[in-house]
């Protein structure tokens, strides 16, 4: 079945940088792309971007512009999300999500557990 | 940007009542791709409704979507105890492909 499992929670002092891991299985990685979406405490769902995993090809949020480098390693099957230069409002639960189809515009039907980040001093 | 805006903020209902939730886009959705999800407590969110208007593998047939362009309804028949969460709509038509703020569905 597919599954993506992310890597553990993280406390990171503000200015940092983090990188969450998304360990996929269950089907052909490259026949799907990766999003990631955060989701600040007691707040909605916010789109962060795409990467494709055929090629890597990227679409980043203006919120995020910058600041975030979404990479895959297609051996482990593994999509990664690092965001630089952390603030406290970057404090938030950070999901990746499967796309439907190869290309960014795409609904989401399989979600990892998520990935707890909290910026602090 | 497409910017979408749900109401209500909050719906207060009794197992076995109807739930209608909307959902009004900025500028029109393209080819009405528009998602519906359902978010519990503690968990990753869960898709419904994909184009709109189709269900998702193993979504009971009470949740249904309707709508086009600009305007976008999520209807539950009759609302079961398991229901009660937040729900989301997204469009996935022009980057960045943004949520809703979302409606929280709790019991009367």
């Known amino acids: 079945q597919v599954q993506l499992v992310q890597s553990g929670a993280e406390v990171k002092e503000p200015g940092a940088s983090v990188k969450v891991s998304c360990k996929t299985s269950g089907y052909p990685f490259t026949n799907y792309g990766l999003s990631w979406v955060r989701q600040a405490p007691g707040q909605g769902l916010e789109w962060m971007g795409w990467i494709s995993t055929k090629n890597g090809n990227t679409n980043y949020g203006q919120n995020v512009q910058g600041r975030v480098t979404m990479t895959t390693d297609t051996s482990t099957t593994t999509g990664y999300m690092e965001l630089r230069s952390l603030r406290s409002d970057d404090t938030a639960v950070y999901y990746c999500a499967r796309t439907a189809a190869s290309y960014s515009g795409s609904y989401y039907i399989y979600w990892g557990q998520g990935s707890q980040v909290t910026v602090s001093s | 940007e497409i910017v979408l805006t749900q109401s209500p903020g909050t719906l207060s209902l009794s197992p076995g009542e109807r739930a209608t939730l909307s959902c009004r886009a900025s500028q029109s959705v393209s080819s009405n791709f528009l998602a519906w999800y359902q978010q519990k407590p503690g968990q990753a969110p869960r898709l419904l409704i994909y184009?709109?208007?189709s269900r998702a593998s193993g979504i009971p047939d009470r949740f249904s979507g309707s709508g086009s362009g600009t305007d976008f309804t999520l209807t539950i028949s009759r609302v079961e105890p398991e229901d009660f969460a937040v729900f989301y709509c997204q469009q996935y038509g022009s980057s960045p492909f943004t949520f809703g703020p979302g409606t929280k569905v709790d019991l009367k």
């Open positions: 184009g709109a208007s």
